[in-house]
């Protein structure tokens, strides 16, 4: 089983940013769609972006023109570039594989205002 591993997350003031990473253990040949979810406390997992084989992308509308999902086949490594951050994006955010619902365990991002 391909293993996921988030990475990047922290403390940011309001209006910055920060570059999460999801890393697959082995070759990610077998893996076509990546979603990012997050989860605030309180609240329900939410979809936050998808990117698949053909580098089609989704972006839940909360943070479209703000965060950038992208990935390296290379580095079996798929990124959140997450720019003009607000507290409301405070949560741990999970890479996950739907084809095969492989799950990260993810990555507290926390903005301050």
């Known amino acids: 089983q391909v293993q996921l591993v988030e990475s990047g997350g922290g403390l940011v003031q309001a209006g910055g940013s920060l570059r999460l990473s999801c890393a697959a253990s082995?070759?990610?040949?077998?893996?076509?769609?990546i979603d990012w979810y997050r989860q605030a406390p309180g609240r329900q997992r939410e979809l936050v972006a998808r990117?698949?084989?053909?580098?089609?992308?989704y972006y839940a509308a909360s943070v479209r023109g703000r965060f950038t999902i992208s990935k390296d086949n290379a580095k079996n490594t798929r990124y959140l570039q997450m720019n003009g951050l607000k507290p409301e994006d405070t949560a741990v955010y999970y890479c996950?594989?739907?084809?095969?619902?492989?799950w990260g365990q993810g990555t507290q991002v926390t903005v301050s205002s």
């Open positions: 996950h594989a739907p084809e095969h619902d492989y």
């Open positions: 082995e070759s990610t040949l077998s893996i076509n769609v």
């Open positions: 990117i698949s084989s053909g580098r089609a992308t």
